[in-house]
């Protein structure tokens, strides 16, 4: 089955504590992106990459890395969480192509809380 | 840059009735794409529909169409004969060429209500 996978779904966590969100897709897209979804702010992006070893930021990508070693995984770091950190996060991903019809596939979302 | 609208925050329809969400787009790019998302309660985000900014035709998929009116640089999604089952949160997005289709913009969303 073709899917998009976040782990963990849910996380708390304390300010301070290095935390890992992982990303994987099994359809050998070229595109990954990172966002975050905040109550009356819709989907911003955080990351985003291109293919392997190329990423770029998004619209808020403070507090916030990535890495694309792989095709399949694209791993969300955040080395110091803090509160204002605290929301829905989604991983998508898609083909990459000239052309502006690329449907990106999202994974479930992960609920972070940063205490 | 790009920039997407929705001025509706909520909306209410009975079942059965059509209902149409706005979405204004702002870009300077000379090709795009316009996308509607669903986003029920668990959470996840459902693509609805496609609209490329030279289709000719508006975009259709069941009982969702897309009311594409380029000059007005609006998009709404209109959904024919509300079910209970439409609930959600809906999400207008868009990706241009001159970020290289590599960017989705998307809206702040509209919440709708349907009721028995």
């Known amino acids: 089955e073709a899917q998009v996978t976040q782990n963990p779904r849910y996380l708390i966590t304390v300010t301070g504590k290095k935390l890992t969100v992982t990303c994987s897709q099994n359809m050998n897209h070229e595109y990954m992106s990172w966002y975050r979804q905040d109550p009356g702010l819709g989907l911003r992006q955080i990351y985003y990459?291109?293919?392997?070893?190329?990423?770029d930021k998004g619209d808020v990508p403070e507090g916030y890395k990535v890495s694309r070693k792989e095709k399949r995984n694209f791993p969300l770091i955040l080395e110091s969480p803090s509160p204002n950190q605290t929301s829905l996060y989604f991983c998508?991903?898609?083909?990459?192509?000239?052309?502006?019809?690329?449907?990106?596939?999202f994974g479930p979302g992960t609920r972070l809380t940063v205490l | 840059a790009q920039k997407i609208t929705q001025t509706q925050p909520g909306m209410f329809v009975q079942e059965k009735e059509a209902v149409t969400l706005d979405c204004t787009y702002d870009?300077?790019?000379?090709?795009?794409?316009l996308f509607w998302y669903k986003q029920p309660s668990s959470g996840e985000m459902i693509f609805l529909i496609y609209q490329g900014s030279y289709d000719q035709q508006n975009a259709t998929e069941g009982r969702y169409s897309l009311n594409f009116q380029k000059a007005r640089k609006s998009a709404n999604l209109v959904i024919s004969a509300s079910q209970l089952g439409d609930s959600a949160m809906y999400f207008c997005?868009?990706?241009?060429?001159?970020?290289?289709?590599?960017?989705?913009?998307f809206g702040k969303g509209t919440m709708l209500l349907v009721s028995p």
């Open positions: 870009t300077s790019d000379p090709s795009y794409g």
């Open positions: 997005a868009m990706r241009g060429m001159n970020s290289g289709y590599s960017t989705l913009t």
């Open positions: 998508a991903s898609s083909y990459h192509s000239a052309n502006s019809y690329n449907e990106q596939f």
């Open positions: 990459s291109m293919n392997v070893e190329v990423t």
